[in-house]
């Protein structure tokens, strides 16, 4: 149906591609499975996107907002172009897009690489349906109030009856100083952790006695990169040291596949939380976590953004939102490692088990699955 991307019982339900050679819109929506609910997934623009990844991210959304327990399925568009071209044409291809897509009422669409909140905005004036919108339309600015970060701190505190590190007192290190590093920064700092080493793009810096969240987070948001960081206390080195850093809790918050078979044996952390989507590929997953290294994956840590998301849909608030990422984050923390514990199984294939189980238990109900 799809080359790459063999279907099977859980989807996808609708893959529908648009045309309308006139602009230049060239784009898919892939409604992978909607038993939990009218799908949410974000709207992905860059020049090189296929239908294959458009499926690939509508599965992997399916999983993630099943395992946070959203009442939302999991769908995914891509608009092939480049993000960077001028604002009116791409008002033009998103509001296009967006009246290409008004009865597919069963997709609810967000920002991903490529469209942001403004690109929403066109969206919802056109068809009155999207997440992710400005606070001046009632959106909830999820990276400013740094939602996905705060869920990571929740996660953390919930590990502790597996992993035996306490917030307090526990040497951090953040590969990826953005949104999500950042935040999980100032949230675990409130409650003194102490972060040892963090890295941008730029390199790693690092001190065992703790570095000054507050004035990396000025750094970063004034446009600086650590590596022009001028502390006497302060050590440098490239980017992928804050990967090996001797540090209690390991943040992944930048790059896929960033733990790999090339670091695995260097990794001093004694607990992994995935703020990035897939940073270790599943081979070193599973390699470190028979060595005792307890992981937190992915589409449980980092749930924050879209759990918030569905806040604002079902036109909750701010202080909602929150409150219910932190609610929902640590009991499936908690759900998922004592099912991993119970079963001897990794998290990651404990987290996949209750995903799948909650969407069979959706199907079920549904008429037609
Ligand atoms: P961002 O662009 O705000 O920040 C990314 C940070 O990573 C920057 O500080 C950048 O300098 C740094 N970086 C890039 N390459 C690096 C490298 N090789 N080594 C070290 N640092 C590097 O992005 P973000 O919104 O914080 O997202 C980070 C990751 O988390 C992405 O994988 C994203 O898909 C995922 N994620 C984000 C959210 C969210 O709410 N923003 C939610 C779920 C998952």
């Known amino acids: 149906m799809i080359p790459g991307f063999e279907g099977d019982k859980f989807g996808p339900e609708k893959i529908v591609q648009i045309r309308k050679p006139a602009i230049g819109l060239e784009a898919a929506v892939v409604i992978d499975n909607c038993a939990t609910g009218p799908s949410i997934g974000g709207i992905r623009m860059a020049p090189d996107v296929t239908l294959e990844e458009c499926a690939r991210l509508a599965r992997a959304m399916t999983w993630k907002n099943a395992a946070a327990g959203l009442p939302h399925g999991g769908g995914k568009a891509v608009i092939k172009a480049d993000p960077s071209m001028p604002d009116t044409e791409k008002a033009q291809l998103i509001r296009s897009f967006a009246q290409s897509i008004a009865s597919l009422e069963d997709y609810i669409p967000g920002p991903d690489m490529g469209t942001n909140e403004i690109a929403m905005a066109w969206i919802i004036d056109e068809i009155g349906r999207a997440v992710g919108l400005p ?11 740094g939602v996905t970060g705060y869920g990571l701190k929740r996660a953390i505190e919930a590990a502790e ?19 999500v590093g950042k935040h999980a920064a100032r949230f675990l700092a409130q409650d003194n952790a102490i972060l040892v080493a963090a890295s941008d793009s730029s390199g790693t810096i690092s001190n065992t006695l703790g570095l000054d969240v507050e004035a990396l987070c000025r750094l970063k948001e004034a446009g600086g990169k650590f590596c022009d960081l001028a502390d006497a206390d302060v050590s440098k080195g490239p980017p992928e040291e804050a990967i ?41 997953e599973i390699a470190l976590s028979k060595l005792g290294v307890l992981i937190i994956p992915d589409f449980i840590a980092n749930a924050g953004g879209v759990i918030c998301a569905s806040v604002e849909y079902h036109g909750g608030t701010e202080n909602q939102a929150i409150s219910v990422v932190g609610d929902k984050i640590a009991r499936n923390v908690r759900t998922v490692l004592e099912r991993a514990q119970a079963a001897s199984i990794i998290p990651r294939e404990a987290a996949a088990e209750l995903a799948h ?9 549904r008429r037609f699955g």
Do not use: H, Y
Not at 246 to 253: G, H
Not at 264 to 270: F, P, Y
Not at 357 to 365: K, Y
């Open 135 to 145: 606070a001046v339309m009632g959106g909830i600015p999820l990276d400013e109030i």
């Open 161 to 179: 009856p597996f992993s035996g590190i306490p917030i307090n007192g526990a040497r951090l290190s953040i590969q990826g100083f953005g949104a």
């Open 244 to 284: 090996i850093a001797d540090c209690d809790i390991l943040i992944p918050a930048a790059r896929p596949d960033v733990i790999n078979a090339r670091n695995e044996s260097a990794i001093r952390a004694k607990m992994i939380v995935e703020g990035a989507n897939i940073p270790a590929t599943l081979e070193t």
């Open 357 to 365: 189980e909650r969407v069979e238990q959706a199907m079920s109900i």
